[in-house]
């Protein structure tokens, strides 16, 4: 494990020229810290590709499997360790914390605590990739989307405990934000068995939520609210 101020990682801290083809696995418990990724915790340099972590990874805020913070390009590299984000609104992911970047052709598996399957929070573009990992307390793929995300799903199930928007592929989407995706999975919440593929920014008592029997593995199209 890899620290210093700028952040917690399983190899480098802050990343500024260019990573390819490189791995990591383990455990990094570094709760009440900021900026914690699986194999890079800053992400700035021209390209990351083909990375793999298998590291479980815990921190306060920007949690990713991979990278903690992403602002640069980010392709055909994939995360299967689990997330945990232990501060409120921490911005976590299985994948990436807060992406800022471009995400391409990439996926998670692991599974998500208080941190969404994929994407904590997403201000760049997401497309072409997929989170199988199961969340409890927040979002399928993506908690915060306030930019763009295009042709990607999820597939893990979503225990909601303390979610006070929707639990769907996106939880919160952003009034200008754009998304093309679906989730296939099942929520709960309260014992209640809900669908995981519901319209971002709806809540338990909306008309939205419907039992899953009757769900299916529907595209959602659209816009955040205007």
Do not use: W
Not at 65 to 79: F, P, Q, R
């Amino acid at each position: 494990v890899y620290y210093d101020v700028q952040g917690v990682a399983g190899l480098v801290a802050v990343d500024s020229g260019m990573v390819k083809n490189s791995t990591a696995s383990g455990v990094i418990n570094a709760k009440g810290a900021l900026y914690v990724g699986g194999l890079i915790a800053k992400a700035y340099s021209k390209e990351l590709k083909g990375l793999h972590a298998s590291v479980d990874v815990a921190g306060d805020h920007y949690v990713g499997g991979l990278v903690g913070l992403n602002e640069t390009t980010i392709s055909e590299c994939y995360a299967t360790g689990n997330a945990e984000g232990t501060g409120t609104f921490s911005y976590s992911g299985a994948f990436v914390g807060h992406n800022k970047g471009l995400v391409e052709r990439s996926f998670a598996t692991g599974n998500a605590y208080s941190a969404a399957s994929f994407v904590g929070g997403n201000d760049g573009t997401i497309r072409q990739s997929y989170s199988t990992g199961n969340v409890e307390g927040t979002g399928s793929f993506a908690h915060n989307n306030q930019s763009v995300i295009e042709d990607c799903y999820s597939t893990g199930d979503v225990l909601a405990i303390d979610s006070y928007y929707g639990f769907g592929f996106v939880e919160i989407n952003g009034n200008d934000a754009e998304v093309r995706g679906y989730s296939s999975g099942s929520a709960f919440k309260d014992g209640i068995r809900f669908c995981d593929g519901l319209p971002a920014r709806t809540k338990p008592s909306d008309e939205y939520y419907y039992l899953a029997e009757a769900c299916s593995d529907s595209m959602i199209v659209g816009k955040g609210p205007t």
